[in-house]
């Protein structure tokens, strides 16, 4: 069965400042995908990884893919408070007759001024 | 907004009570999923429908149940409701088994 975890929980950001959110997945994953919550609203797709090597950015986010280390990236540049949400990454496997997303606990990110 | 809706948005009920929550997908979505948010257990899958039938289930409890209608909306039926059951309950769907799925907003039991 997939696991999923995402390191940090918990990131205190100052505005202006970079930093990665890390995804590990423990077997194979057809795909992984990120999403935003704002505080009591739904999910928010950003980002749907295919393959291996696979960048995508939208803004100041850009997420990657590494399937061999089975390592997703979620990188943050000049962080601003706008960015504040819980992020996720979700595993999806192929097969059988079960596409069911896998979440990580997701990241909390707080952009301080 | 995603196109998935679902009703009602927030529910206060007792325990022991039980509830029916309502979920029509984006048009044109075969696919159906049912998902818990609760700040102990994270997100968790539930149950997927395609096409009007069960695909596969997750950590759903007995006291929980499902169905996906001809016209392809759905209803996540929760009995016996205990506190632990307060949680967000959302609802995802796709357009066949395997492309992406789109969640909808929400609802939130409250159960006191």
């Known amino acids: 069965e997939l696991k999923v975890e995402q390191n940090p929980l918990f990131l205190s950001m100052q505005e202006g400042k970079n930093y990665t959110i890390y995804c590990n997945y423990s077997?194979?994953?057809?795909?992984l995908y990120w999403y935003r919550q704002d505080p009591g609203k739904s999910l928010e797709s950003l980002f749907v990884?295919?393959?291996?090597?696979a960048v995508k950015q939208e803004g100041r986010l850009m997420a990657s893919l590494d399937t061999k280390a089975r390592l997703s990236t979620l990188h943050i540049t000049a962080a601003v408070h706008d960015l504040s949400a819980t992020y996720f990454c979700a595993g999806k496997i192929r097969g059988g007759s079960n596409y069911k997303l896998t979440f990580g606990k997701g990241t909390l990110l707080t952009v301080n001024p | 907004d995603s196109g998935v809706t679902q009703t009602p948005k927030h529910l206060i009920t007792a325990t022991g009570q039980r509830v029916t929550l309502r979920c029509s997908p984006r048009?044109?979505?075969?696919?159906v999923y049912w998902y818990q948010q609760s700040l102990d257990q994270g997100l968790q899958f539930l149950i997927q429908?395609?096409?009007?039938?069960?695909?596969a289930k997750g950590n759903i409890l007995e006291r929980f149940s499902a169905q996906q209608f001809p016209d392809l909306h759905s209803e996540l039926n929760l009995s016996s409701l205990e506190l632990g059951d307060s949680a967000l309950y959302f609802c995802?769907?796709?357009?066949?088994?395997?492309?992406?799925?789109?969640f909808g907003p929400g609802t939130r039991l409250t159960v006191l």
């Open positions: 077997t194979t994953s057809d795909r």
């Open positions: 995802a769907s796709s357009e066949r088994l395997y492309n992406e799925q789109f």
């Open positions: 990884l295919l393959s291996n090597g």
């Open positions: 429908y395609y096409n009007g039938e069960e695909r």
């Open positions: 048009s044109g979505d075969l696919s």
